[in-house]
T-cell receptor, first 114, second 114 residues
Framework: NAGVTQTPKFRILKIGQSMTLQCAQD?????MYWYRQDPGMGLKLIYY???????DKGEVPNGYNVSRSTTEDFPLRLELAAPSQTSVYFC?????????????FGAGSRLTVL | GEDVEQSLFLSVREGDSSVINCTYT??????LYWYKQEPGAGLQLLTY?????DMKQDQRLTVLLNKKDKHLSLRIADTQTGDSAIYFC??????????????FGIGTKLQVIP
């Protein structure tokens, strides 16, 4: 049981390049999320998904796209990288239930755009 | 809207108690959470409390919830150097379709001095 796996751990991009951050979970969780973390700013929600085929915008979706074709995978796409997208990105997942919404996080992907 | 606030920094001596405070704005929160983030890692759940409870204790951790003042605190007894980390307060609010939206604070960095 690996939990939430993110790849790559580190990446340097040039302005205007594109890339996809991969996220996979093996806990059969319905909900999946992408956050970015900037120093002193906490976590900002980029996109989330409540199930396969369903995605919705979070607080800071501009410049990103997501898809959820399977329960396990939730990739985050950056189409035209900008320096403002330099950040640490976290994928998370949680189980749909009647109790607390406990998120399981991946280890993070550090992206630098130069 | 939902807003969660916490101070940025706390320094304590090893063996003392640490108290990390958090305030939130939405009175319809269903659960309140504390997550811990160690350097270079993702967030991990420490504990959570249902909104109709006043207190929850789990070994060295005590969570106090004052719903009237919308104030949550995390007390760590006998603080150890291994407790040095960033601590995030979070709340969840029930949305349409049974989805519990989670909002995080900016995190409090706890420094434990040997």
């Amino acid at each position: 049981n690996a939990g939430v796996t993110q790849t790559p751990k580190f990446r340097i991009l040039k302005i205007g390049q594109s890339m996809t951050l991969q996220c996979a979970q093996d806990m059969n969780h319905n909900y999946m999320y992408w956050y970015r973390q900037d120093p002193g700013m906490g976590l900002k929600l980029i996109y989330y998904s409540v199930g396969a085929g369903i995605t919705d915008k979070g607080e800071v979706p501009n410049g990103y796209n997501v898809s959820r074709s399977t329960t396990e995978d939730f990739p985050l796409r950056l189409e035209l990288a900008a320096p403002s997208q330099t950040s640490v990105y976290f994928c998370a997942s949680s189980h749909k239930g009647s109790g607390a919404n406990v998120l399981t996080f991946g280890a993070g992907s550090r992206l630098t755009v130069l | 809207g939902e807003d969660v606030e916490q101070s940025l920094f706390l320094s304590v001596r090893e063996g003392d108690s640490s108290v990390i405070n958090c305030t939130y704005t939405d009175s319809s929160s269903t659960y309140l959470y504390w997550y811990k983030q160690e350097p270079g890692a993702g967030l991990q759940l420490l504990t959570y409390i249902f909104s109709n409870m006043d207190m929850k204790q789990d070994q060295r951790l005590t969570v106090l919830l004052n719903k009237k003042d919308k104030h949550l605190s995390l007390r760590i007894a006998d603080t150890q150097t291994g407790d040095s980390a960033i601590y995030f307060c979070a709340e969840s609010i029930l949305r349409a379709g049974g989805y519990q939206k989670v909002t995080f604070g900016i995190g409090t960095k706890l420094q434990v001095i040997p």
